[in-house]
């Protein structure tokens, strides 16, 4: 059996701690989120972090 070879930037991620999620989320709400974040010159993965860990300390007040 063919052992899996392991991406560098899968070794990278796992080593950073991220991972991939996958949300069904409306077509027209992405598109305008990404102009959004384009517009304010921000990712829109550092951009959904700083929500979500807005929305957890929210939560846990």
């Given at each position: ?8 930037q899968?070794k ?15 077509q ?34």
């Amino acid at each position: 059996m063919e052992e899996k070879k392991i991406r560098p930037q899968d070794k990278w991620n796992a080593k950073a701690g991220l991972i991939s999620k996958s949300y069904k989320l409306k077509q027209e709400l992405t598109e305008q989120f990404a102009e959004a974040c384009d517009k304010a010159g921000v990712s829109q993965a550092g951009q959904i972090s700083k929500m979500m860990r807005s929305f957890i300390d929210e939560q846990n007040k």
